[in-house]
C-alpha cells in the first residue's frame, strides 16, 4: 500500500520536476551562451586605448577609418578586406616596424563596428593573443574558449557560438618569440580549419614569413619595414586629427550606460572607478544620457550628485 502511494507521489510530482529541470536548463544556455556584445567591444577598446602603444594604435585606426587610404610602399590598405570572412594574413617586419600597433589598431576597429552604427550582425571581435601565452602542445578547441573567457569574460558556449558562424578575429603577436612558433601553428591551424570562416592574423619577424607561409598556405602576407607604421602615425599627427581621437563617445556611453542599467545609483567618483574611465569623460557622457532622457540626475545635499538610469528606459534596454 505504501509503496504504491509512493509511485504515485513520484508520477503526479515528475511533470513538475521535469518543468523545473527544462526551466533551468533554458536559464543557464540563455546566460551562457549570449554575450552583450557592445559591452565587451567597449571594454577591448579601453584596454587597447590604455596599452603602452594604446595612442598609435587609436591615431593609426583612426586613418583606417579616414577617406584618406592607408599606403605602405605604395601599396594601398584595404583593412575591411584584410578582415573579409575566412582570410589570413601575415604580418612581418623587423623589430620597431609597428607589427604591434598594427594589430592593436585592427582589433580597435573591430570593436568600434560593435558600438558604433554598422550593426551587431556586422561586429568581428577580436581575440588579442601574447604567443609566448600560447601552449605547444594541447587541444585549441578548449584553449581559445578559455582565453575568451579570461580576457574578456566571453562564456564559453558563447565563443563557440560566435566562431561557428564566422565572427571571431585571432589576432596572434609576437609568433618568433613562442617557445615552440611550429608546434603552436599548427594547432592554430587545426582550429582553424574547422572554423574556416574565421579570421586570422598573426604577426612575426621577417625572417619568420617563409615557413609561416607553409603551415598557413592560403594566407597573404603583409610586409612592413622599419617606418612604414611609424610614417602612417607621423602622417595623421600631423594632419591635427590624432587628439581629437583619444577614445570613442560611443565606447564611453556603452560602459557608463551599462554600469547604470543594473538600477543602483553612483555617484560620478564611483562611475569613474568601476568604468576605468577619466572623470572628465564620465561627466561629459553622463550630461549626454541625461539630456537624452535615459539617465536622472540625483542631486544630494553634499554636493555629490549621484545618476541612475531610468526605469522605464532599462526594461526596455534589458528587454
Not at 573591430?110 to 594541447?138: M, N, Q
Not at 613562442?178 to 582553424?192: C, D, E, F, I, P
Not at 544630494?300 to 549621484?306: A, I, L, V, Y
Request: proline fraction near 3%; glycine fraction near 6%; aromatic fraction near 8%.
Amino acid at each position: 500500500m505504501a509503496d504504491s502511494r509512493n509511485w504515485t507521489i513520484f508520477w503526479l510530482s515528475f511533470p513538475v520536476a521535469a518543468s523545473v529541470w527544462v526551466a533551468v536548463h533554458v536559464f543557464r544556455s540563455e546566460r551562457f551562451d549570449k554575450v552583450d556584445e557592445q559591452v565587451l567591444a567597449a571594454k577591448i577598446i579601453r584596454e587597447i586605448s590604455y596599452s603602452q602603444k594604446g595612442n598609435q594604435a587609436r591615431s593609426l585606426a583612426r586613418k583606417f577609418t579616414s577617406d584618406q587610404a592607408v599606403t605602405l610602399d605604395g601599396y594601398a590598405l584595404d583593412v575591411e578586406a584584410l578582415l573579409a570572412s575566412g582570410n589570413r594574413l601575415l604580418v612581418v617586419g623587423p623589430v620597431g616596424s609597428g607589427k604591434t600597433t598594427f594589430l592593436e589598431a585592427v582589433a580597435f576597429l573591430c570593436c568600434l563596428s560593435l558600438v558604433g552604427d554598422r550593426g551587431k550582425e556586422e561586429g568581428r571581435f577580436p581575440l588579442l593573443l601574447d604567443a609566448k601565452t600560447l601552449p605547444v602542445t594541447g587541444d585549441f578547441h578548449r584553449f581559445l574558449p578559455e582565453m575568451a573567457k579570461e580576457r574578456y569574460g566571453i562564456p564559453r558556449r558563447a565563443f563557440r557560438n560566435l566562431a561557428s558562424i564566422g565572427r571571431m578575429v585571432i589576432i596572434v603577436d609576437g609568433l618568433d618569440e613562442a617557445y615552440n612558433a611550429t608546434g603552436t601553428m599548427k594547432h592554430l591551424r587545426s582550429w582553424l580549419d574547422d572554423y574556416q570562416r574565421n579570421t586570422c592574423i598573426v604577426a612575426a619577424r621577417s625572417e619568420e614569413a617563409r615557413w609561416l607561409s607553409v603551415i598557413l598556405p592560403d594566407s597573404n602576407t603583409l610586409a612592413l619595414d622599419a617606418g612604414a607604421m611609424s610614417r602612417e602615425i607621423t602622417s595623421s599627427a600631423s594632419e591635427g586629427k590624432s587628439d581629437e581621437w583619444s577614445f570613442p563617445d560611443s565606447a564611453s556611453k556603452v560602459l557608463i550606460y551599462a554600469l547604470l542599467r543594473s538600477g543602483e545609483c553612483y555617484e560620478l567618483a564611483e562611475i569613474s572607478g568601476r568604468t576605468l574611465l577619466p572623470p572628465t569623460v564620465v561627466l561629459s557622457v553622463l550630461q549626454d544620457l541625461v539630456s537624452e532622457g535615459r539617465v536622472a540626475r540625483i542631486a544630494k545635499s553634499n554636493g555629490r550628485d549621484e545618476y541612475k538610469a531610468l526605469p522605464a528606459l532599462r526594461e526596455a534596454a534589458d528587454s
